[in-house]
T-cell receptor
Framework: GESVGLHLPTLSVQEGDNSIINCAYS??????FIWYKQESGKGPQFIID?????DKRQGQRVTVLLNKTVKHLSLQIAATQPGDSAVYFC????????????FGGGTRVLVKP | GAVVSQHPSWVICKSGTSVKIECRSL??????MFWYRQFPKQSLMLMAT?????????EQGVEKDKFLINHASLTLSTLTVTSAHPEDSSFYIC????????????FGAGTRLSVL
């Protein structure tokens, strides 16, 4: 079936450096792609989303890039901080699928002081 | 805005008993809510879509008689795990979307269920 997956399960990054988290997806019919951050024992927190007709979107310290040609999604975090340590999930959704989310496997980001 | 509240945050129960988990949208109305299950170090798996005023839609492989969902109002959905067994121990999370932003789901804090 359709799925959303990640290349790297764990990412260690030095505080202050930039982080890049990658995600591959297979459903070309998806309308939106979303990045969530999940801290231990908590529910996922919305970070940023991008429509399928866009290739880049920026937020506060975060940038999401979408490459539909190779079905690749990435999240860039600038000047990574200790509070950014968490598991990051990409997810895809479509109106045709009733706006149900399909989650990727997750990447754990560890920020070293 | 877009706050989803879940209760309880942690519950321990004996095998064979039932447990009810509540999901509330605090500052918006939600005709649809979603229930997920998450095992340690794994991703979220959608269990069912809760529809206000009608039956829930369950994903393949999810037992509807075991995981009872009731969406009685526009701000409340409940998930009842009936006759719980140790294998039902998991992290259960709900989500909802404010009107006009159906592509973005906001999640509750989750409920940790431990069945002894």
């Amino acid at each position: 079936g359709e799925s959303v997956g990640l290349h790297l399960p764990t990412l260690s990054v030095q505080e202050g450096d930039n982080s890049i988290i990658n995600c591959a997806y297979s459903n070309s019919a998806s309308d939106y792609f979303i990045w969530y951050k999940q801290e231990s024992g908590k529910g996922p927190q919305f970070i940023i989303d991008i429509r399928s007709n866009m290739d880049k979107r920026q937020g506060q310290r975060v940038t999401v890039l979408l490459n539909k040609t190779v079905k690749h999604l990435s999240l860039q975090i600038a000047a990574t901080q200790p509070g950014d340590s968490a598991v990051y999930f990409c997810a895809e959704t479509s109106r045709a699928a009733g706006n149900k989310l399909t989650f990727g496997g997750g990447t754990r980001v560890l920020v070293k002081p | 805005g877009a706050v989803v509240s879940q209760h309880p945050s942690w519950v321990i129960c004996k095998s064979g008993t039932s447990v009810k988990i509540e999901c509330r949208s605090l500052d918006f109305q939600a005709t649809t809510m979603f229930w997920y299950r998450q095992f340690p170090k794994q991703s979220l798996m959608l269990m069912a879509t809760s529809n206000e005023g009608s039956k829930a839609t369950y994903e393949q492989g999810v037992e509807k008689d075991k995981f009872l969902i009731n969406h009685a109002s526009l701000t409340l959905s409940t998930l009842t795990v009936t006759s719980a067994h140790p294998e039902d121990s998991s992290f259960y999370i709900c989500s909802a979307s404010p009107p006009g932003t159906e592509n973005i789901q906001y999640f509750g804090a989750g409920t940790r269920l431990s069945v002894l």
